[in-house]
């Protein structure tokens, strides 16, 4: 079984500090993962995509991947409290396969 | 520069009736997804299609859902003789392939009565 784990929260941050975002996933044939951003009753947004160990950076936005500790996570800088949302963590075995999505973990950013 | 289509927003179906949910990807985009996300939980795969293909049926019920993605028009996610279990939210995901991320339409929200 496939699974990918995050903490539900909701995670509280200052505006102004680092939010981290954390994830893990039970598939060691995982290659791909991604972040995506839902605000409520409306669809997932794309924030970050990584595919090899190390870090990306995109703007305020940071993803970290460990595949020999299994996990992923997204860092937020300068949070904001437009950043207020429910961010999915999901996996991908290779190119086309479906992704597997976590539960959500839900960030309040507090002005 | 559309992004991926789903109508209707929102549909509403009496338990015993049928629901078509309709999904244009991205225009270049020849990889369609259905996930479905029930209150408070995360997106569940359902199905994986290419044109006129299923590839992936996996996550998608043996009864009463099917879909279809015809070489012409817009994938099709369709649910007969529905029950109030169906009620979700249903997102349709598109991607070029390859090692490409799937972008998401807006949803359509299925409420049973």
């Known amino acids: 079984q496939k699974e990918v784990e995050q903490n539900s929260g909701p995670l509280s941050v200052p505006e102004g500090a680092i939010a981290s975002l954390n994830c893990t996933y039970s598939?060691?044939?995982?290659?791909?993962f991604f972040w995506y951003r839902q605000y409520s009753g409306k669809s997932p947004e794309l924030i970050m995509s990584i595919y090899s160990n190390g870090d990306k950076e995109d703007g305020r936005f940071t993803a970290q991947l460990n595949k020999a500790s299994q996990y992923v996570s997204l860092l937020i800088r300068d949070s904001q409290p437009s950043d207020s949302a429910t961010y999915l963590c999901?996996?991908?075995?290779?190119?086309?396969?479906?992704?597997?999505f976590g539960k959500g973990t839900r960030l309040s950013v507090i002005a | 520069n559309a992004g991926v289509m789903q109508n209707p927003r929102h549909l509403v179906r009496r338990r015993g009736q049928e629901a078509r949910l309709r999904c244009s990807p991205m225009k270049g985009h020849s990889h369609v997804y259905w996930y479905r996300q029930l209150p408070e939980e995360g997106l569940k795969f359902m199905v994986y299609?290419?044109?006129?293909?299923?590839?992936?049926e996996s996550g998608m019920p043996k009864e009463r859902f099917s879909a279809e993605f015809p070489k012409e028009g817009p994938s099709i996610l369709r649910i007969q003789q529905v029950v109030r279990g169906d009620s979700a939210a249903y997102f349709c995901a598109s991607s070029e392939g390859g090692n490409q991320p799937q972008h998401f339409g807006d949803g359509t929200r299925l409420s049973i009565l």
């Open positions: 598939d060691r044939g995982s290659q791909s």
């Open positions: 299609l290419q044109k006129e293909n299923i590839i992936d």
């Open positions: 999901a996996s991908r075995n290779s190119g086309n396969t479906p992704l597997v």
